[in-house]
């Protein structure tokens, strides 16, 4: 199994360097079909969110950073652990203002039932079944 980096992530799904954009394309195709397994970071997930909502870089909205990455972390070749996780973190960044990481968390907060975060952020206040308590 290969890693990828964030940098064949962000060519594939900018485009914005024929060159390189062209090779990445190729190494998703096979990993759409299966034919090559991959895997990634947690890391490396908020990098592209992060590099692609940037407003000196993208400014992407958060729909269509959504969108793309959605189906990008959901093919068949990509293993990531707690996938159905950053599938959930990208729904709620998309649907709120909360910042990536804490999406994250929350997706892991409803992944381990958990229901309560400690935490000063009162960010989580908003998200419902989420319950936020202080140390």
Do not use: C, W
């Amino acid at each position: 199994m290969e890693f990828l980096d964030t940098n064949i992530f962000l060519r594939f799904l900018t485009g914005d360097d024929p060159d390189r954009s062209a090779s990445a394309s190729a190494l998703f195709e096979r990993v759409e079909l299966a034919e090559l397994t991959v895997t990634t970071s947690e890391s490396v997930v908020v990098e592209i969110v992060q590099v692609l909502s940037s407003k000196v870089l993208y400014n992407a909205p958060r729909s269509e950073i959504r969108h793309q990455l959605r189906k990008v972390l959901s093919l068949p070749g990509l293993v990531l652990p707690h996938k159905r996780s950053y599938l959930r973190a990208l729904d709620i960044y998309s649907a709120t203002n909360l910042d990536f990481v804490d999406a994250i968390s929350t997706a892991h907060v409803e992944r381990a039932h958990a229901g309560r975060i400690i935490s000063y952020d009162r960010d989580f206040d908003r998200i419902e079944g989420i319950v936020r308590a202080e140390p």
